[in-house]
């Protein structure tokens, strides 16, 4: 149970309504990824179109940039607030076309591409949106409770997505996800609108023009890449994306179905033990928090890293779960560390920005999708996971060695920079 310092955050009405808001739409998106990879893997029997179908999800990881740019000018709420609507869109429209009947893997596929336009800067945005309204002492705690929405979604999402799936079909099972982003909207909207920043406010009244919207972005651009502290974060969430999430998020329909050769349950299962082991990193965090979050941003890479290495060799889906369990809470401290390390050394100016091109950083989990499905038609999935997570532990330490130094200062936590 969160202690009083873990639950300073849930003081702030902001925070109190965010996190239940993005609580649902992790819900929806935990549950919308498994039945619809399930579906394309048994309608296509091609773990090339799995794999296709996850790299869909992220084709906005492009333009991320641009909603860290959106994000500071017209306010994180509000763009949140566009983005959820357009989840709930589209949920809506696959419903009623699955209740029709006439559900195809190409209509998915469209809608994947689609739904994926704009669900990769929502992590971003809603990150950003929190330190918005939280203080600067409470962002670690801010930011492991805010990691437990989507931990706690991918447990019980994965469950109940499963489930219903395979009770009651596709069109019943999708009311559901339908109507946690429905709700989900309700309850960002309730948030109150940021107020102006007070520079974007004096310039406004000093007659200042705004500077064009392609400015802000190549001033983000090279924001990030004056501060070495922000490289170094943003070269961790670009290897764990191309290398460790697929292993553990896009494949597990191919492992649940093809090695293990369990039923979608077995693969709800499987989901859920990952971010079982997730919910209690960011619970742990958020109790205990980090002085030392640059470090244990590095560890918890190379924890991460020896767990899915052990996990691909498990003859079984009862040694897969516990290995899952075991990467899932180190993968919670890496992402969580690595968004503390993000926000520390970036000015409140630039937070959409540098928000964004993390989410740009994304794009390489669909080039790693891509290759992994490739490989693994080649080579099986035991030896591509091996390589995938070798490769991991190579570069994190690599990333440690080159910037020691500045990930050193970064542990040091100073005003606004």
């Known amino acids: 149970m969160l202690g009083p310092s873990g639950l300073a955050p849930f003081r702030v009405r902001a925070f109190r309504l965010q996190w239940p808001a993005d609580l649902l ?37 492009l333009i991320a ?28 429209i696959l419903m009623a076309v699955a209740f029709a009947g006439a559900l195809s893997p190409l209509l998915v596929f469209i809608i994947a591409g689609l739904n994926g336009l704009v669900r990769p800067s929502d992590l971003g945005v809603r990150i950003a949106l929190v330190a918005d309204n939280i203080p600067r002492d409470q962002l670690v705690a801010a930011m492991g409770i805010s990691r437990t929405t989507s931990d706690c979604a991918r447990v019980g999402g994965a469950l109940a997505g499963a489930g219903m799936f395979a009770a009651f079909g596709m069109g019943p099972a999708y009311v559901a996800v339908a109507s946690c982003y429905a709700l989900g909207l309700l309850l960002t909207l309730a948030i109150a609108p940021t107020p102006p920043r007070p520079h974007a406010a004096d310039a406004a009244q000093a007659g200042y023009q705004r ?18 502290q922000l ?39 499987l989901v859920a033990s990952f971010a079982f082991g997730a919910l209690l990193g960011s619970v742990a965090l958020s109790l205990r928090g980090s002085d030392r979050p640059a470090r244990l941003m590095i560890l ?17 889906p009862y040694g897969a779960v516990v290995m899952l369990a075991l990467a899932g809470f180190m993968q919670s401290l890496c992402m969580v560390t690595v968004a503390v390390v993000l926000l520390r050394v970036t000015a409140e100016k630039f937070r959409g920005r540098v928000m964004g091109v993390r989410m740009l950083v994304i794009y390489s989990l669909p080039l790693g999708l891509l290759a992994a499905g490739a490989l693994i038609d080649r080579i099986g999935f035991p030896a591509t996971a091996t390589l995938y997570s070798a490769i991991g532990l190579l570069f994190t330490l690599l990333i440690a060695l080159r910037w020691r130094t500045d990930l050193r200062n970064a542990d040091v936590p100073t005003g606004v920079r």
């Open 25 to 61: 739409t992790s819900c929806a998106f935990e549950m919308e990824t498994l039945i619809l990879g399930w579906y394309v893997l048994v309608e296509t029997g091609s773990v090339l179109l799995l794999t296709l179908f996850g790299a869909l999800q992220f084709g906005g990881t």
């Open 211 to 228: 500077p064009s919207a392609w400015r802000d972005l190549s001033e983000g651009l090279a924001y990030v890449w004056s501060k070495p």
């Open 300 to 316: 918890s890479a190379l924890g991460w890293y020896t767990m899915l290495l052990l996990f691909a060799r498990m003859p079984g």
């Open 65 to 92: 940039p641009m909603f860290g740019v959106a994000g500071d000018r017209i306010g994180h709420r509000s763009l949140l607030c566009a983005m959820r609507a357009a989840y709930a869109v589209l949920a809506a």
């Open 231 to 269: 490289l170094a974060a943003m070269s961790i969430a670009f290897l764990v994306n191309m290398t460790a999430y697929p292993q553990s998020n896009g494949l597990l329909p191919y492992v649940a179905k093809d090695i293990y050769r369990i039923d979608q349950t077995g693969l709800g299962y």
